[in-house]
């Protein structure tokens, strides 16, 4: 469904270097990516800020053209076939708002229809399901201006399925809502993908959202793609350390159990960090039993929020 | 194309009603809109109150010049008087939503608004148009009610391309609305006035390079009778569409370039 070969974008910028002097600087925001994504998946675009994620997806989007590079998403060039490819794809940005800000929000999906081309019985039916799905009743004949935070995203990702895009680009779509709020995009998302295989890309910084839904991950830092697999994967090769948390019946010295180390005590609370190819939790539990009398004990899976961090943070080889 | 008009209608209905929700707030601005451009005229008449005429052109054959003018520009100005908040759309952004829907960027911007309380200027060139006509002695032959016809819609379009180009710059400086602003209510404040009170340079400056000559002088040239003070051809009286529909192609041209570097210069 998208086709990436060896895409580069770079922009040129001047920076003063005297009164009137200016250097050119040639910026390479994304530099020689290349992935394919296949028709149904639901992949998560991740990177830091400045990574060049917006940047990519403006390029799929037609929004960009790339500076080399081979890009076709459901089999049309994005930057000649622009139009074409706007009535198949949605795209929402996070932070843009692209419903008509003074027109009640069932205005902006009248625009769209007629903007779009959405045949009339077909708009009748996308309107109906995502009323129901997202609870958009209530504020359906609400102007724009007046909605929440959580009701305009609702509003936005409803407005960018009306067409019934094969593929949907969503830059943070859940950025700045509150839990159930998120939960409710991301079972939307759930759904549109399961019931009519919308191809998904996600942009996010929250990594529940990639949990969630997300059974890829792109990842992207300089520019360059980093890591492309599953979410499991990541975990196992940048990280792959669970914590045993056990409650004993007394506080006691920090135990010592082979392939594991004690990273915190908190009176008979202690917290035991262990690689998942060194030690499994069965054995531990055992050793930790035999040591000290065990009351309640829990395993804390790594979050891929402290996995990304160490890669950001130590770059390519990590 | 019918369908690029259904869409305009939609477009501009829904903002239409959306203006039209507070009736006060509008109906004073559609009014204050008429004053403020009425006093406007008020110069004219001072003019002429201390100079009976004016490089050879009456105080009505004046009023007819300015009330052309004034109707091109209030009709452009309402349908794209929004052009002037341009720049905003590509400094935070936004221009990129218009780029992922299936329909011209151009054709976006314009429709995205239609400012009706500029109908007062409308209205102000309706009555200053009747003040003239009830002052001239116009032979009104078939030629030159076309002529009446034609220029004013043909000078909304000069008018437009040259808002259009203008806008453009935002591309390069993400600025520039000032810059424009001279051209188009400086445009229209010119055009108001014969171009042959004008010194040379200007003249050459409105007639050739900014087409703001064609809008109204040359096609009034005609319908009032008058020899052209300058000498310049009678063709010209006649070409007002023919330069309407260049400048058009000019400004879509630049348009185009403009949105092509945008696309790969990435804002």
Known sequence: MIEVEGVEKSFVTWR??????????????????????????????????????????????????????????????PSRQRIQLARRIGAMFGQRIQLWW??????????????????????????????????????LHTP???????????????????HDPEIVFLDEPTIGLDVVAKERVREFLTKVNAERGVTVMLTTHDLADIERLCSRILMIDHGRLIYD?????????????????????????????????????????????????????????????????LIDLAIEETDIEDVVRKIYTSGTDA | MVDTLVVYRRLIGAQVRSQLQYRASFALDLFGAFLISFLDFLAVLVIFHNVPRLAEWSVHEV???????????????????????????????????????PRGTLFQVIAADLALRRLGKFAQGVVVLGYALSGLHIHWDLGRVAMLVVMVPAGSVVFGS????????????????????????????????????????????????????????FPALYVLDKPDPLGLPSFLRFSSPLVAALAALVAGSVWRLAVRHYRSAGG
């Open chain 2, 63 to 101: 009023a007819f010049l300015y009330a052309a003018s004034s109707i091109s520009f209030a009709l452009c100005d309402l349908a794209m008087g929004h052009l002037d908040d341009f720049p905003k759309k590509i400094r935070d952004g936004n221009f990129d939503l218009l780029l992922v829907r």
């Open chain 2, 162 to 217: 040259v808002w259009v180009t203008g806008a453009c710059l935002a591309f390069w400086t993400t600025e520039g609305g000032e810059f424009t602003n001279a051209f188009t209510y400086g445009g229209n404040f010119l055009t108001q006035y014969p171009i042959d009170i004008y010194s040379t340079w200007a003249r050459r400056f409105l007639a050739y390079l900014v087409p703001m000559a064609f809008v109204c002088y």
């Open chain 1, 229 to 293: 697999g599953t979410v499991s994967e990541l975990v196992d090769r940048y990280g792959g350390e669970r914590t045993l948390v056990v409650d004993l019946e007394e506080p006691a010295a920090p135990l010592d159990v082979p392939g594991a180390r004690v990273v915190k005590v908190d009176g008979p609370r202690q917290w035991l960090r262990f690689r998942r190819d060194e030690a499994s939790a069965a054995e531990l539990t055992a050793a930790v039993a035999a040591r000290a009398r």
């Open chain 1, 144 to 162: 724009v201006r007046q909605l929440s935070l959580g009701q305009r995203v609702r509003g936005e990702l409803s407005a960018v399925m009306l």
């Open chain 1, 16 to 77: 003063k270097t005297g009164r009137l002097r200016r250097k050119r600087i040639e910026v390479h925001a994304v530099a020689d990516v290349t992935f394919s994504v296949p028709r149904g998946q639901v992949v998560g675009y991740i990177g830091p800020n400045g990574a060049g994620k917006s940047t990519t997806v403006k390029m799929l989007t037609g929004i960009l053209v790339p500076s080399a590079g081979r890009i076709s998403v459901g089999g049309l060039e």
């Open chain 1, 102 to 139: 003074d027109l009640p929000l069932i205005e902006s999906f009248e625009l769209l229809r007629h903007i779009y081309r959405v045949p009339a019985d077909r708009f009748r039916e996308n309107l109906a399901t995502y009323r129901e799905v997202l609870d958009l009743d209530p504020f």
